[in-house]
């Protein structure tokens, strides 16, 4: 625990109190003793509104579909698909997920993108609706923006060079979501009022130590109507991303290793073509995960979305061994209310719930449970709770909320407590989607 904690930077990756400015979170694995550690960007402030002149909304021509050509070193008969994900559909939903594809002025766009990109949120879809529906919510999945009966893909173009936005030769993450940002928010609109998934060619050539230079994956809330999963658009490169659902699958079997590129995942070098799309794939599911108000959970590591989970994700699709990516009963329990998913969330109830919430001020060292008590209203309808622990990237439990008040009385259990600050951020979310968010400060000595 003490060493993974050491890797933790800048602050909870939990959504901002209200009149904050977003974070984004920001997910990389990186070598440790423990072979990972979570890195949380704080975003500064003063993120200006850029002018946005040569950005536009233009749409994505979608040329026509071909078969993928993937040279694959999957044995004939090879690992078998268990379950294809199900094709994306307009659902009319009212609060839709937006995908942008950000082309800095420099830059030409990745061949085929506005094939790639729907085939790459196929699978994004499919990880939360598929699981969602497993754990008996009415949860349909996301709802697209479509065109001519196809998703459609934003394409805004940059109004400066890659490295503007990159910071190349000193990449910098959240200086990408800063410059970024703004400028798809004057083509497209607010966060606030928009969630979008955007891929951004800014990614230079060169060595990386994993990846590619440049790369980055982020994500924040902004409200319950809007917010944003960001990633580095190397995933659109063809050895990775195909135009096709089938074309996918075989590349997901594939463990061709490219030659000088590094995968995060075990980060071995010249890694098998999956683990880039397990982990590129994966990441956007993760960051938009955030972009939906979701926390870490480090519990169950390998299976968790919201830990690294995602890095499995194929066996999810292929019959190869090992864990399947999935949510927590925790987190599931929180996204069933978000208003990207489901189709009964009341978009008449814009107020968050309101709670008062008695913790202890002082825990002993060795704590092994924390009292809640309190007061929980919503002027509608409470839907769940969440309790997340920054210090350990833990949820340490939540459950499901009914009617309009709720007097609370739980025992939050947690692992055996070491010296120091502990925060708990409770988020509470209630059947329209809003989130309200009490932190309970203690001190353990
Ligand atoms: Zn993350």
């Known amino acids: ?103 800095p002025k420099d830059r030409r766009p990745a061949d085929r993108w506005a094939e790639k990109i729907p085939v790459l949120m196929t699978f994004v879809n499919d990880l939360y609706a598929r699981d969602l529906r497993a754990k008996g919510y009415p949860a349909a999945g996301m709802d697209f923006e479509f065109q001519d009966g196809r ?42 009022e928009n969630l979008y998934v955007v891929f951004a060619e800014t990614y230079a050539d060169g060595p990386a130590k994993f990846e590619w230079p440049g790369g980055m994956a982020l994500g924040a809330r902004f409200s319950a109507s809007g917010g944003v999963g960001m990633f580095s658009a190397w995933i659109l490169r063809d050895e990775f991303c195909a135009t096709t659902v089938e074309g996918q699958l075989r590349l997901l079997a594939d463990d061709t290793p490219i030659s000088g590129r590094t995968a995060l995942h075990r980060l071995k070098p010249d890694s098998p073509r999956f683990e880039f799309i397990e982990d590129g794939f994966g990441a956007v599911a993760h960051e ?56 009964d969330v009341d978009l008449a109830d814009a107020q968050p719930p309101v709670a008062r919430i008695t913790h202890p001020a002082k825990l002993k060292v060795g704590a092994t449970t924390i009292l809640l008590g309190g007061e929980i209203t919503d002027d509608n309808a409470l839907g769940a709770i969440q309790f997340f622990s920054p210090r350990h990237d833990w949820v340490l439990g939540g459950m499901d909320l009914a009617g309009r008040e709720v007097r609370l009385s739980h025992v939050v259990v947690v692992p055996p407590l070491e010296k120091g600050p502990l925060e708990l951020v409770i988020s509470i979310i209630d059947r329209g989607g809003n989130i309200g968010i009490v932190r309970a400060k203690m001190e353990v000595e």
């Open 288 to 343: 938009l995960g955030h972009a939906f108000g979701l926390p870490h959970d480090r519990r169950a590591d390998d299976v968790e979305i919201m830990g690294n989970g995602f890095r499995h994700l194929r066996n999810n699709y292929l019959a190869t061994p090992g864990p399947k990516a999935g949510f927590m009963a925790d987190t599931a329990r929180m996204l069933r209310w978000s208003r990207f998913l489901a189709d």
């Open 151 to 192: 998703p459609l893909v934003h394409l805004v173009a940059g109004k400066d060079a890659a490295a503007e936005y990159s910071g190349e030769p000193n990449f910098e993450p959240q200086r990408q979501w800063r410059r970024i940002l703004p400028e798809v928010e004057a083509a497209l609109g607010r966060a606030a």
């Open 1 to 103: 625990m003490r060493r993974r904690r050491r890797f933790l930077r800048g602050g909870s990756p939990y959504p901002p109190r209200k009149g904050a400015l977003p974070r984004a979170a920001q997910w990389v694995r990186r070598p440790t003793a423990q072979g990972l550690a979570a890195a949380v960007v704080l975003l500064g402030a003063g993120a200006a509104l850029l002018a946005a002149g040569a950005a536009t909304g233009a749409r994505g021509e979608a040329p026509k579909p071909q078969p993928a050509k993937v040279k694959t070193q999957a044995k004939p008969g090879g690992p078998e698909v268990v379950a294809r994900p199900e094709p994306l559909r307009d659902l009319g939903r009212r609060h839709k997920v937006r995908l942008v594809y950000f082309v």
